[in-house]
């Protein structure tokens, strides 16, 4: 059973940066596409971004791009998620997930990912 485990959030001010990462453990993770994904107070989940299972492809919600970088070391069973010049629209929770097919490509659809972190909240001050 795959197991993830997110930490680097916290809270910052507009404009700021923050690094996300996401431990994987259990079983070999560098085979799975990874995505972030996040959900604010009374609001839906919605997936940022998402990368191949060799960190070739990545994918990345329009709110995001140019702002946000996902990255992955296979060697470290570790996803990172940088997070520059936020804005107060981006606090939420946000979680990391693992695909459900063993080198299947990375998408953007949360049916897609089959094990999730318990989340690591962001809050994004005015």
């Known amino acids: 059973q795959l197991q993830l485990t997110e930490s680097g959030g916290g809270l910052v001010k507009t404009g700021g940066s923050l690094r996300l990462s996401c431990v994987a453990s259990?079983?070999?993770?560098?085979?799975?596409?990874m995505g972030w994904f996040r959900q604010a107070p009374g609001k839906e989940r919605e997936s940022v971004a998402s990368i191949s299972w060799m960190g070739q492809t990545t994918h990345y919600a329009d709110s995001v791009k140019g702002r946000f970088t996902i990255s992955r070391d296979n060697r470290k069973s570790t996803v990172y998620l940088q997070m520059n010049d936020l804005g107060p629209e981006d606090t939420a929770d946000y979680y990391c997930?693992?695909?459900?097919?063993?080198?299947?490509?990375?998408?953007?659809?949360?049916?897609?990912?089959?094990?999730w972190g318990r989340g690591t909240q962001v809050t994004v001050s005015a």
């Open positions: 259990g079983v070999a993770s560098s085979s799975y596409a």
């Open positions: 997930a693992s695909g459900r097919e063993y080198r299947a490509p990375a998408t953007m659809d949360p049916a897609d990912f089959g094990s």
